[in-house]
């Protein structure tokens, strides 16, 4: 085939770009872990390493008369494209939790290795499988069918063990695995009888860029998953930390309540359960929740904190629009920030106030207090408390907080909720 040479130089070519390219993303890509990439690293440099031995073949056999230069690009691309093998072996074991030393699959896929290893070498020795003629031509041996069947068992194997194993692997890493498994192997098959284009490399290529692109998608999945997790549980954390003299005080302030005004001491109960209930529900919350519910939560929170500053605090609401979902523990904790540092027998009352509007492309909702505000001198707690809401708007729905001095003094806050994720 006259055509052939320069199409397999082709194929050869882009299976380097498109390698060298798999390879700098492996080493770069802050989304994978450490596991996956050590072995896209491994994996893409022994692909660089088959293509270019292929390459060194087309070079050898198309130009020169030297024959040892034929046989060891055809051993080395030989030897390279079967490590990929095992290599695969070994990450889809530790994919699906399995201990590699043990497990049945890696025993037979190294023997069937170790067996292709042993033919390969006897085909330096023997022309039953390939050989080089005089004049440096490669010719394929009588056995050359028997050469490639422990490979293709190989990928059958890791097949079959997909196909079983499938519930412990993500749909984006079963997909990958499947796609890789199932595409050279059939390209393998193809290759025993038709000879003339380098379909292997071309199918192995192929399949190891998409590969890679199906597993970053799933580390990137993953990742976005446990930092929206991390938010979860810094959130968790912050409720079961409470302010152990908030609940002290509000308990005192029922107790001396229960002779002063029997009635209030009662409605107090009512809301402090109420702010409790809400705020431990909160926790197993895995979604966006209803504005309302959150407004709620914050009612009764302030509820009890009038008891305890009477005319210390004054709350106003202006909230019509609330058709609209947010994280929960939002609006309470960012109001109870005011509360905690705004509250102060040395400074005027302090005035909260609490608004909702609806803009073209979403909806906000705006704390404004009057108090002293707060600095470095803080320990920077109101900053990490509203940094850790900042976050989970972000991951949860897509929104935003900001901050800012408020005009005559204190702070305004403002939670954006856009439209697409109400």
């Known amino acids: 085939m006259n055509w052939a040479l320069p199409a397999n130089y082709a194929i050869d070519a882009a299976a380097l770009l498109l390698l060298t390219i798999g390879l700098l993303s492996s080493l770069i890509n802050v989304s994978v872990n450490k596991q996956t990439q050590r072995f896209f690293v491994l994996f893409f440099s022994f692909s660089l390493l088959y293509v270019i031995s292929n390459l060194a073949f087309l070079a050898f056999e198309s130009r020169t008369k030297i024959v040892v230069g034929t046989q060891v690009s055809v051993f080395m691309e030989s030897f390279f494209s079967s490590v990929l093998m095992p290599l695969l072996t070994v990450y889809i074991l530790r994919c699906c939790g399995e201990n590699v030393l043990k497990s049945p699959l890696m025993v037979s896929v190294f023997i069937l290795w170790l067996a292709f290893i042993s033919m390969l070498t006897a085909a330096q020795l023997t022309d039953l499988f390939y050989y080089i003629t005089p004049d440096n031509v490669y010719h394929r041996g009588v056995c050359y069918p028997a050469l490639l069947v422990p490979l293709v068992l190989i990928m059958a194997a890791n097949l079959i063990y997909l196909i079983i194993r499938h519930k412990k692997l993500s749909r984006n890493k079963l997909s990958a695995f499947i796609i890789y498994t199932a595409f050279p192997m059939s390209a393998m098959v193809f290759q025993m009888w038709i000879y003339g284009l380098s379909f292997i490399i071309f199918a192995t290529t192929v399949s190891a860029a998409i590969m890679l692109l199906f597993i970053i998608n799933d580390q990137t999945d993953e990742h976005l998953r446990q930092a929206e997790e991390n938010a979860r549980q810094r959130t968790s954390i912050a409720v079961l930390q409470m302010r152990p003299h908030f609940i002290y005080n509000t308990m005192m302030s029922i107790y001396y309540l229960i002779e002063q005004d029997a009635e209030k001491a009662r409605q107090v109960t009512l809301d402090f359960t109420s702010y409790l209930r809400k705020n431990f529900t909160a926790v197993a919350k895995e979604d966006t929740i209803p504005f309302v519910e959150e407004l709620e939560h914050t009612r009764a929170y302030l509820a009890v904190e009038k008891v305890r500053f009477e005319d210390r605090l004054f709350v106003e609401f202006d909230t019509p629009h609330t058709m609209f ?41 705006v704390v404004d207090d009057t108090g002293p505000g707060f600095g470095f001198s803080d320990n920077n707690e109101p900053h990490v408390a509203l940094a850790n809401i900042s976050e989970r708007l972000r991951i949860m729905c897509g929104g935003r907080l900001s901050i800012a001095p408020r005009e005559g003094g204190g702070i305004s806050v403002t939670v954006f909720i856009p439209k697409k994720s109400t």
């Open 325 to 365: 979902r947010l994280p929960p523990l939002t609006l309470q904790p960012i109001v109870e920030n005011s509360v905690k540092y705004g509250v102060d027998p040395e400074l005027d009352p302090l005035h909260i106030s609490v608004s909702t509007r609806e803009t073209d492309d979403g909806f906000e909702v």
